[in-house]
């Protein structure tokens, strides 16, 4: 849908920013609980799992660029420590941000 476009590319423009739902929502000129809704049809869970999921995408691709080390992804990407950046990694590719940086 246009709408769940809109927020997708409202997120990728912010990927550094750490966002709330609220300020996503308020961001794309819509209620929380459409935001929500949106993302129940159209995404296999919340607009937070998501906005992870993309910045776990460009994690990959700062990993694979070898200029930045993993203390200034995290932050970069706004994660609150690189301990939680490196457990949420993890979690969504199956291995660590230096297994990962081995592999590529």
Same mark, same amino acid.
């Given at each position: 849908s246009r709408d769940y476009d809109k =927020?997708?590319? $409202? +997120? !990728? #423009?912010r990927i550094y920013k750490n966002l709330t =739902? @609220? %300020?996503? #929502? %308020?961001?794309? *000129?819509? *209620?929380?609980s459409k +935001?929500? /809704?949106l993302f129940r049809d159209n995404y296999s869970g919340? =607009?937070? @799992?998501c906005f992870n999921s993309m910045k776990i995408e460009k994690a990959k691709e700062l990993i694979? #660029? !070898?200029e930045f080390n993993f203390s200034e992804i995290a932050e970069m990407l706004s $994660?609150? &420590? +690189?301990? /939680?950046? *490196? !457990? /949420?990694f993890k979690k969504s590719t199956g291995m660590t941000? &230096?297994?990962y940086l081995k592999r590529n």
């Open positions: =927020v997708i590319r $409202f +997120l !990728r #423009a =739902v @609220d %300020e996503i #929502a %308020e961001g794309c *000129s819509m *209620s929380v +935001l929500k /809704y919340g =607009v937070k @799992d694979q #660029a !070898r $994660f609150k &420590s +690189l301990h /939680y950046f *490196s !457990r /949420y941000p &230096s297994e």
